[in-house]
């Protein structure tokens, strides 16, 4: 990260992630493109210089935003994995509450998962990561004898 990236101090750390969350709001809904460093130092009521305290660039700022709801999402779902040794009878509570962390993660973060699944270039690559993590999970929990393959 350089020299950028952390200014020291509560303000400092207050006037990153206030960017952070400008800058995520103005990209989910203008994308990348139509997205201007200075509308969002402006809404944040501070300098351009100031936005490259903390950034490189506009593309370092989507980039951290996209990095951030890549490893949130990815460590829901890597942690949803029912485990072996679990009780068979709490595998559906167990599931339901996974799935109630990801959706609450979706719901509390609309700007950061619109970016992640639908604004960014890798977001087709977020969706097949996303997907195979889940097949993965799904298939470590049949080996485990929490499901089984019924074929019709």
Do not use: C, W
């Not at 989910?28 to 300098?47: C, E, M, P, W």
Request: hydrophobic share 40%.
């Amino acid at each position: 990260m350089g020299q950028r990236g952390r200014k020291k101090g509560a303000n400092g750390e207050r006037s990153r992630s206030l960017l952070l969350a400008i800058a995520a709001d103005e990209f989910a809904h203008k994308g990348f493109s139509d997205t201007k460093i200075s509308t969002i130092v402006k809404r944040a009521n501070l300098s351009q210089p100031t936005f490259y305290l903390y950034f490189e660039s506009k593309e370092s700022v989507f980039q951290e935003l996209i990095q951030l709801f890549r490893s949130k999402l990815f460590d829901l779902t890597k942690s949803s994995r029912l485990e072996p040794g679990i009780d068979l009878t709490s595998v559906p509570e167990r599931i339901s509450q996974v799935l109630a962390a990801i959706f609450h993660f979706f719901k509390e973060n609309p700007n950061l998962t619109r970016i992640g699944l639908f604004v960014g270039e890798e977001a087709e690559d977020i969706k097949k990561q996303l997907s195979k993590q889940i097949m993965d999970n799904l298939i470590s929990e049949q080996e485990n004898g929490y499901f089984h393959l019924v074929l019709t």
